[in-house]
C-alpha cells in the first residue's frame, strides 16, 4: 500500500544528534581521537583567553568545527555555518545541542584568528602525531621528505612593482593589464594581494605561478606525516625546509627518502652531518650518491616507499581543500596546512584501526 505524502511537522523529537549518528560512522572514531588531543591542550586554551568578560565561542567548539571544514571539504566559513544549521552529523562532531544557535560567520573567523595566534595548529598536530607513537604506528629510522606547490590566493594581475605605482586602472574589479615586454621577477615585483606569496613554477615548462611551498616529511611504515611546514616559494626552500624538518628529528641513524629534486651535493652533505642516510632518487649525471649507498635493498624500499607521499599531497588538494588556497599570508596558510596534515592523519589512523 502507497503511503501518504505527508510532511506535517513535529513539535517534539525524543532523539539526540548522539543517538541518529550509527555506532560505525567513521567519524565516532575520528571525534574520539580528537577530544583526546583537545583534552591534553586545555591548559594552552586557558592561556589564550581572559577570566573575565562575556564568554567566546569555545575552542573545542571552533577547531571541531574547522576539522569538518577540512574533511568534508567545505570551501567557505560561510558555508560551514550552513551546514552546522541543519546538519545534525555536523551538529554532533561539534559538540552543539538540537536547538544551539549557529554563529555569525564573521564572529566565527574572528575567533578562529585567536587560535592562529596560539599556534593551536601546530600543537593539535604534534598531539596527533604523538597519539599515532603511542600506537606504535611510526617508524623511528626510515622517512620521505618532499614538497609541493600551493597556489596563492592571489591573481597575477595583483603581481606589481615595488618602486614605482601603476597608472589607475581602468576597471578597479577586473583591470585590463598587458605584461607583454614587462619582465617581472620576485625582486622587483609582489602582489599586493598576498605579500607573502611568490611567483614560481615547480618545473620547467610549467606557467609560473603565485604560490607558496608546503613540505611534508612522512615515516614509511604507514605513510603518516610526523612533520610538515610552509615557506615561501624559492628555487632552494623545499631543500632548506626539508633540512629544518629532518634536523628536528630525535638524533639517530635514519634514512631519508626523496625524488630527483633533492640529489644535490649540499643537500646530501647536509643530511649526512645529520645522521641521516640519504635514499634520494639519482639523476642521470648524478656523482653524489654511489653504489656504497644504492647497492643496499634498503635503498630500493625507499625508492618504493617515498612514492607514497603523493597520496598525503593528493588527499590535501582534493579533500582538504589546499588546491587553491583560501587564506592570504604565510601565518594562515601555514596554519591551514598543518591543520590539513593533522585531519590526513587522524583519517588514516582510523583506517589502520578499522583494517587491524
Not at 551546514?83 to 574572528?110: C, E, H, I, S
Not at 625582486?187 to 594581494?193: D, L
Not at 634498503?298 to 581543500?321: D, H, N, P
Request: a positive charge.
Amino acid at each position: 500500500m502507497r503511503g501518504d505524502d505527508e510532511q506535517s511537522g513535529h513539535l517534539f523529537s525524543y532523539l539526540s544528534p548522539e543517538q541518529r549518528v550509527p555506532a560505525d560512522h567513521p567519524l565516532r572514531a575520528i571525534r574520539t581521537m580528537t577530544d583526546e588531543a583537545l583534552r591534553r591542550l586545555s591548559p594552552q586554551f586557558e592561556r589564550l583567553y581572559a577570566k573575565t568578560g562575556r564568554p567566546s565561542i569555545p575552542p573545542e567548539h571552533l577547531l571541531r568545527a574547522l576539522l569538518l571544514q577540512v574533511l568534508y571539504s567545505v570551501r567557505s566559513e560561510r558555508m560551514l555555518m550552513e551546514q552546522l544549521a541543519y546538519n545534525l552529523l555536523f551538529r554532533w562532531f561539534v559538540g552543539l545541542g538540537m536547538d544551539d544557535p549557529v554563529w555569525v560567520p564573521t564572529t566565527f573567523t574572528k575567533n578562529r584568528d585567536r587560535l592562529l595566534e596560539g599556534d593551536i595548529a601546530r600543537a593539535f598536530f604534534e598531539d596527533v602525531v604523538e597519539q599515532a607513537r603511542g600506537r606504535h604506528l611510526l617508524s623511528a629510522e626510515h622517512f620521505t621528505v618532499d614538497g609541493t606547490l600551493l597556489e596563492a590566493w592571489a591573481g597575477l594581475k595583483s603581481f606589481k612593482r615595488k618602486d614605482q605605482p601603476g597608472p589607475p586602472p581602468d576597471d578597479p574589479g577586473n583591470p585590463t593589464v598587458n605584461f607583454h615586454g614587462d619582465r617581472r621577477s620576485n625582486q622587483t615585483h609582489q602582489s599586493t594581494t598576498d605579500p607573502d606569496s611568490r611567483l614560481f613554477k615547480k618545473a620547467k615548462g610549467h606557467e609560473a605561478k603565485l604560490a607558496f611551498l608546503g613540505e611534508v616529511l612522512m615515516e614509511n611504515r604507514h605513510g603518516l606525516v610526523v612533520d610538515a611546514c610552509v615557506v615561501p616559494a624559492t628555487g632552494t626552500g623545499e631543500r632548506d625546509a626539508a633540512t629544518s624538518l629532518i634536523a628536528s628529528l630525535p638524533r639517530r641513524r635514519v634514512t631519508i627518502g626523496g625524488d630527483k629534486g633533492y640529489d644535490t651535493r649540499g643537500f646530501v652533505e647536509t643530511l649526512r652531518d645529520l645522521e641521516a642516510t640519504p635514499h634520494i632518487a639519482q639523476k642521470k649525471t648524478s656523482r653524489t650518491l654511489d653504489a656504497r649507498t644504492t647497492r643496499h635493498p634498503g635503498y630500493a624500499l625507499s625508492q618504493c616507499a617515498r612514492k607514497r607521499i603523493e597520496e598525503v599531497f593528493g588527499w590535501m588538494k582534493t579533500v582538504g581543500g589546499l588546491r587553491k588556497l583560501r587564506h592570504r599570508g604565510g601565518g594562515r596558510v601555514n596554519w591551514q596546512f598543518l591543520l590539513a596534515a593533522a585531519a590526513y592523519n587522524l583519517v588514516r589512523m582510523r583506517t589502520l584501526d578499522a583494517t587491524a
